[in-house]
């Protein structure tokens, strides 16, 4: 479909809109239509892009020194980060010099991180129209008392060895052991001293009961990165197996600080806290393993009420019982669950008497399966990191008020759809599928015209319809995959949606050098999720959300959201979602009137079996419920 020769005017907006109806089921949705065959791909569109003049894509060029102008000779990591727009990725500098290819016009961080060396940054600007940019940036020696504790960037394998290691998980996850060895020990010739590929060999040997050899190779691992989290969590389980519980722990409590979601190491953490008697604890750690780990953490059901057993708490350990019984009823430790279960039921034991009894003599009977060894692939960095991967800082001792965040938070949301029932803007997308290695390809850039209209059609519900070039095809997306949705995330703290998530204050930290409380936030499970859906093929797909927002401290005003998916959706192969939505003030001059909105969106989604990355930006804003006519200013920086 064409785009329109001249501009649609509000009024042709709202006619068509009429003409179409309301067709939205929830608030947002996302529409899939996957079609049998791939269809024939649009030739680009060559539009001006929203900045001005129309300044073009370039390299950027960072060349890492030493102090004495030396080329740095040690593996690094290069960061570029937008100050302009939500953007960040990262490559590694082999030999002191790294190229960023496609990098928009804007304002950047380089950051760079190298073992041994304090991390350097430093700020370009690229706004000229043509041209290449290079920055030098110098690497300061770390003083000796810092280096042991200072991170090295992502380690980085050679291609050829890098294949030998996918090999290698293949046949690791057929269960071909042998297939395995012969692709690891290739690898190990190779890179002997790479941290990953000890790991890699110490978890095959410890899958083939080689206890011996596979600690050597996991400590090694630890010799080379002491922060290394898969061999913290394989040499534990290594020490959990021969029942050496206070090193498994010690291993155990050390991931648990480089991930504090790791549901496996909180399982196994609790198997050794159980071991050794120490029941509270083994029962916080099975709780958290539950949460984090949902239902893949299932069978902890059965620690969990072994040790609440132990404690004398006999109601909920009968509920942890029946629910694994229910979910594991063939379950190899099910025998002992039964047996367990009808002794409490029995009211006839004491607290130390079901202790003795829920202590097993098989001690795999309770532990998590050994996991299969993960090692990320350059795809892995397609996308940002999932919320929950890291909290950014905040400031230490500032108390936060969630009450009052949520109160103000909503107040803003609510007086933002008051004043903005219909507005209309010019829409750039950029769209990119991410391959195998990580790298974007098949790009395009579409240009809309962008309607939103916001009503609510029943007590408690919002409608958010979204219309392109005066339409709702799925022929004007790249690859026939509409996103819509977008200017409504900030919903999420409407006095109508905001009790459907749970939400924690996680103190006070800075957004674009300003301070703003950070708000995480999470899908409750007792409540239908309606903020977002999918939909393939007239079949809608509720997703539920987690994420955080940035909510300004002085206006209350939400100027950064950003979502993941908090459940996989496998009937749509939805693997991942990432979204960040960046808001700014744009002040309506006749009103006097200042609305937030959203100014750009990054968005990364896993469907499939293909990784797509979209970025959205948005300008020129009309708001018809003021004036149809009123022309506003460009977004001012809060």
């Known amino acids: 479909m064409k785009n329109e020769s001249r501009p649609i005017t509000p009024t042709e907006f709202v006619r068509r809109s ?84 496609s990098v928009r016009p804007g304002q950047y961080t380089v950051e760079a991180q190298a073992p041994g060396y304090a991390t350097s940054r430093e700020t370009i600007e690229l706004w000229s129209s043509s041209g290449n940019s290079e ?105 959990y197996r021969r029942q050496a519980y206070p090193e498994a722990i010690a291993l155990l409590e050390e991931a648990l600080e480089l991930d504090a979601s790791a549901w496996r190491a909180h399982w196994l953490l609790a198997c050794a806290y159980f071991q050794q008697r120490e029941f509270e604890r083994a029962k ?85 399966p050994i996991a299969l060894p993960v090692l990320p692939s350059p795809a892995a960095h397609w996308a940002p990191a999932d919320v929950d991967a890291t909290v950014p800082p905040v400031a230490p001792d500032t108390p936060c008020s969630l009450p009052e965040v949520l109160s103000g938070a909503s107040r803003q949301v609510e007086e933002l759809v008051n004043n903005l029932q219909q507005f209309t803007a010019t829409e750039w997308l950029e769209h990119e599928e991410v391959d195998g290695s990580g790298k974007a390809d098949e790009r395009e850039t579409r240009r809309f015209d962008y309607l939103a209209t916001i009503e609510e059609i029943r007590p408690g519900w919002l409608s958010v319809e979204e219309y392109r070039n005066g339409a709702r095809s799925l022929e004007e997306f790249p690859a026939r995959i509409a996103t819509s949705g977008l200017a409504a995330q900030a919903l999420i703290f409407h006095p109508y949606y905001v009790e459907d998530f749970e939400m924690s204050c996680e103190g006070l930290g800075q957004l674009r050098g300003q301070p703003a409380w950070q708000v995480h936030f999470r899908q409750r499970n007792d409540r239908p999720s309606r903020f977002r859906v999918y939909r393939v093929k007239q079949v809608v797909y509720p997703v539920k959300l987690k994420g955080r927002a940035w909510i300004a401290a002085d206006t209350l005003q939400v100027v950064r959201l950003e979502t993941d998916l908090a459940e996989e959706i496998p009937a749509i192969r939805l693997q991942r979602e990432h979204l960040t939505v960046d808001y700014r003030a744009v002040q309506f001059q006749k009103r006097g009137v200042a609305l937030w909105l959203p100014e750009s969106v990054e968005f990364y989604f896993d469907f499939r079996g293909h990784r797509y990355h979209r970025r959205h930006s948005f300008s020129d804003f009309l708001l018809f419920s003021v004036d149809i006519s009123q022309q506003i200013q460009p977004p001012q920086t809060p």
């Open 135 to 239: 920055v030098t940036v110098y690497m300061r020696p770390e003083p000796a008392a810092k280096m042991a504790a200072s991170p090295s960037g992502p380690p980085v394998l050679a291609p050829k060895a890098r294949k030998l290691v996918e090999k290698g998980l293949q046949a690791l996850q057929a269960n071909d052991l042998a297939e395995a060895r012969k692709h690891l020990e290739a690898v190990l010739r190779l890179a002997p001293s790479h941290p990953d590929v000890n790991y890699l060999f110490g978890a095959l040997l410890l899958r083939a009961n080689d206890w011996a050899q596979a600690r050597q190779f996991l400590e090694k691992a630890l010799n080379l990165d002491p922060k290394h989290r898969f061999a913290l969590l394989t040499l534990s389980e290594l020490h």
């Open 284 to 368: 916080n750690h099975a709780e958290l393993a539950l949460k984090s780990g949902k239902e893949k953490a299932g069978e902890a059901q059965f620690l969990l009420g072994q040790a609440l057993a132990a404690l004398g708490e006999k109601e909920k350990a009968s509920q942890a019982l029946e629910a694994f019984l229910r979910d594991y009823p063939a379950h190899p430790a099910a025998t002992q669950a039964r047996r367990l279960l009808e002794a409490i039921r029995e009211h006839a034991q004491e607290a130390a008497r079901l202790a003795a009894l829920s202590a097993p003599a098989d001690t795999n009977a309770m532990a998590p």
């Open 18 to 101: 009429r003409a179409i109806g309301i067709l939205c089921l929830l608030l947002i949705s996302l529409a899939l239509d996957v079609a049998a065959q791939k269809p024939p791909r649009r030739p680009p569109q060559t539009p001006t892009p929203p900045l001005s003049p129309s300044p073009a894509e370039r390299l950027v060029v960072v060349r890492l020194r030493n102090l004495n102008e030396s080329p740095l000779d040690v593996p690094a990591t290069v960061w570029l980060r937008s100050m302009t727009y939500s953007f960040n990725t990262w490559a590694a500098a082999l030999s002191g010099e790294v190229v960023f290819r």
